[in-house]
């Protein structure tokens, strides 16, 4: 009896772990990993990745992070993203970079109510990687997409700073945000000519909720004119909300419209008139021409 138990424990011990299937990515589409992929490896090309992650104690259905260990070349590199409440995210290799080349596109989903995919695009080169933290926002996927067919990809996002500030969450109608990188530096390209007709069908959304069969909603407008001013029409749009806000008041919005003053917002500057708030907010976000 003690032989044959000695046999099966030495069969146990010899017998390797099957190794798990390494994902080939195709150039320029969206990997969704969930947990099940904890511990898989990925290729393109030469470039390999694999996908480490990180669990709460205890706890083995949702994650609180993941790591993407990269070997490019003679170059190894460890990429990290936070996550909570999820067990999702998103990978693959795009050409972003208007530089050349190609870029990996790591994210996680962070849980919560109404949140938010963390992105890193990290442009792959002969000197190493470049790594830029595209930031949060609000959803699930974010997808790269070629937006006017040149063969490089970019973001398709919305100005998350507008959420809150003109009203509440539920109420926040934040507008477009288009950016791409270059040298792996992310760079906000929505004003330029190509994205002109994606401004203007956001402002056409915008417009039913300022002035339209929507109502006039606080958060509706100022993105409206964050776009306008993208289009060089400023004053068109802020001279219609004036005259409508001189006799009126908006469906929907706050008393007093604040801004953080410093990066832990320990020091804020409040102020009362929403034109006033709204140029304030255009000046500092870089919608307005500075001279």
């Known amino acids: 009896m003690r032989f044959w138990i000695a046999v099966l424990l030495a069969g146990l011990w010899i017998t390797p772990a099957l190794p798990l299937e390494t994902v080939a990515l195709a150039e320029n589409e969206l990997f969704e990993w969930d947990n099940s992929h904890d511990g898989t490896e990925f290729s393109f090309g030469d470039t390999r990745m694999r996908l480490e992650l990180i669990y709460p104690e205890g706890e083995t259905d949702w994650i609180e992070g993941a790591y993407l260990d990269v070997t490019d070349g003679d170059h190894e590199f460890r990429l990290h993203t936070e996550a909570g409440l999820s067990g999702f995210g998103e990978l693959g290799v795009f050409t972003i970079d208007r530089s050349g080349g190609h870029s990996i596109v790591f994210g996680a989903y962070t849980g919560g ?153 320990n020091t804020t500057l409040d102020i009362t008139s929403y034109v006033e708030a709204l140029d304030y907010a255009l000046n500092k976000w870089g919608y307005l021409p500075t001279d």
């Open 113 to 265: 109510a109404h949140c938010c995919m963390t992105v890193q695009s990290v442009l792959l080169t002969a000197d190493g990687p470049v790594i830029a933290d595209l930031g949060m926002y609000d959803g699930d996927f974010v997808v790269p997409e070629d937006l006017d067919g040149d063969g490089l990809y970019e973001f398709k996002l919305w100005d998350g700073r507008f959420l809150y500030t003109f009203d509440a969450y539920a109420n926040s109608i934040p507008p477009i945000l288009i950016q791409d990188t270059e040298d792996g530096v992310v760079r906000d390209v929505t004003a330029e000519p190509q994205y002109y007709p994606l401004i203007k069908a956001d402002m056409q959304n915008q417009s039913e909720y300022c002035g339209g069969p929507g109502g006039w909603e606080a958060s509706a407008c100022a993105a409206l004119a964050a776009n306008a001013a993208r289009l060089g029409q400023y004053d068109t749009q802020r001279e219609r909300i004036a005259t409508y806000l001189e006799t009126r008041q908006f469906h929907s919005g706050w008393d007093e419209y604040s801004f953080c003053e410093d990066e832990a917002c």
